[in-house]
């Protein structure tokens, strides 16, 4: 059964910065492409990031290109999503996922 544990999330001010990560567990990580997603207030899910098993090739939606970077630890089972110059239209509740399994979420608020 596949596991996923976001964390990392929380209340910053504009531009400043956050690290999610996502501990995975129940498949083989390094053999599986991640995807970060996202969920605002009254909204629906939203895809914002993936890169591939061996993290050879990162993508993102335009929003937040030059903001945000993908990573992968395979030894560690852990991707991450790193943060910076936030705004508060990034406000949402941020998901990893892997096909079609998600973890529980964490919350992101982007607020003076």
């Known amino acids: 059964q596949v596991y996923l544990v976001e964390s990392g999330g929380g209340l910053v001010q504009p531009g400043e910065s956050l690290r999610l990560s996502c501990q995975a567990s129940g498949f083989t990580f390094s053999r599986h492409a991640m995807s970060w997603v996202r969920q605002a207030p009254g909204k629906g899910l939203e895809w914002v990031s993936g890169l591939y098993s061996d993290g050879s090739d990162q993508f993102y939606r335009d929003s937040v290109k030059g903001r945000f970077t993908v990573s992968r630890d395979n030894a560690k089972n852990t991707v991450y999503l790193q943060m910076n110059s936030l705004k508060p239209e990034d406000t949402a509740v941020y998901y990893c996922?892997?096909?079609?399994?998600w973890g529980q979420g964490t919350q992101v608020t982007v607020s003076s």
């Open positions: 996922g892997q096909g079609s399994s």
